[in-house]
């Protein structure tokens, strides 16, 4: 009996060993890294934010709240904010990204003030 005792406790601490590392490694599977809200410009994103800052300027134009001072200086920062984002579409950096959408934040500034 002593034979049989020992199978059986060889037997089921073998299955439960192999039991245990797969239900580690299958769990393991499915944990995954918290990912973070990526707020990297691209170059849609950057030509994205221009139309639509674009389309607030066009509106409070439109409504007529702007003085010509202020349509100079519109006119002005817009074009700077394009110029922007074309030079980081055609020569792509961090630092280009950055200026352009620094540029667009300024836009966007200028259109509220």
């Given at each position: 009996?002593?034979?049989f005792k020992k199978y059986i406790a060889t037997y089921f601490t073998k299955?439960?060993?192999v039991v245990v590392l797969l239900s580690v490694t299958l769990l393991g599977g499915?944990?995954?890294?918290?990912r973070g809200l990526d707020l990297t410009p691209?170059?849609?994103t950057l030509v994205y934010s221009y139309i639509i800052a674009n389309g607030m300027a066009r509106g409070r134009i439109m409504r007529g709240?702007?003085?010509h001072e202020q349509l100079i200086a519109l006119a002005k920062i817009d074009r700077q904010a394009l110029l922007s984002i074309l030079i980081a579409q055609r020569?792509?950096?961090h630092r280009n990204f950055h200026l352009a959408e620094d540029a667009v934040i300024?836009?966007?500034a200028?259109?509220?003030s």
């Amino acid at each position: 009996m002593t034979n049989f005792k020992k199978y059986i406790a060889t037997y089921f601490t073998k299955r439960i060993t192999v039991v245990v590392l797969l239900s580690v490694t299958l769990l393991g599977g499915c944990q995954t890294h918290p990912r973070g809200l990526d707020l990297t410009p691209t170059p849609r994103t950057l030509v994205y934010s221009y139309i639509i800052a674009n389309g607030m300027a066009r509106g409070r134009i439109m409504r007529g709240a702007v003085s010509h001072e202020q349509l100079i200086a519109l006119a002005k920062i817009d074009r700077q904010a394009l110029l922007s984002i074309l030079i980081a579409q055609r020569y792509p950096s961090h630092r280009n990204f950055h200026l352009a959408e620094d540029a667009v934040i300024a836009y966007l500034a200028a259109i509220e003030s």
